[in-house]
């Protein structure tokens, strides 16, 4: 089994940062991607940031303010969310894309955590 935890949610003000962490465990045999969705009331989930092969991808609403980063070694991504602003709103989900290993062999396939909410207030 594999899971996905996430931390470092929680009530920001306007203007400030928060730093988001996810970590992957459980019988991983390699990670392809890893990255970040939102999801705010009434809007479909949409992405936020995404790390795979080296290269990185952002939603346009968060360029230049939020940053992703990975440690393969922990296989963990992070999520650093600067000048955050009410719209940030939502709970963001970490969705990794990888290879597991079990008794049925290598089976790829998305995960996702549990989510976790990002509220900033004006």
């Known amino acids: 089994q594999v899971q996905l935890v996430e931390s470092g949610g929680g009530l920001v003000q306007a203007g400030g940062s928060l730093r988001l962490s996810c970590a992957a465990s459980?019988?991983?045999?390699?990670?392809?991607?890893m990255g970040w969705y939102r999801q705010a009331p009434g809007k479909q989930r949409e992405l936020v940031a995404i790390?795979?092969?080296?290269?990185?991808n952002y939603g346009d609403s968060v360029k230049g303010r939020f940053s992703i980063s990975r440690d393969n070694a922990k296989n963990t991504v992070y999520l650093q969310m600067n000048s955050l602003k009410p719209a940030d709103t939502a709970v963001y989900y970490c969705?990794?894309?990888?290879?597991?290993?079990?008794?049925?062999?290598?089976?790829?396939?998305?995960?996702w955590g549990q989510g976790t909410q990002v509220t900033v207030s004006s």
């Open positions: 969705k990794s894309a990888l290879i597991s290993a079990g008794t049925d062999g290598l089976l790829q396939f998305d995960y």
């Open positions: 459980g019988s991983i045999f390699s990670i392809n991607a």
């Open positions: 790390s795979s092969g080296g290269s990185t």
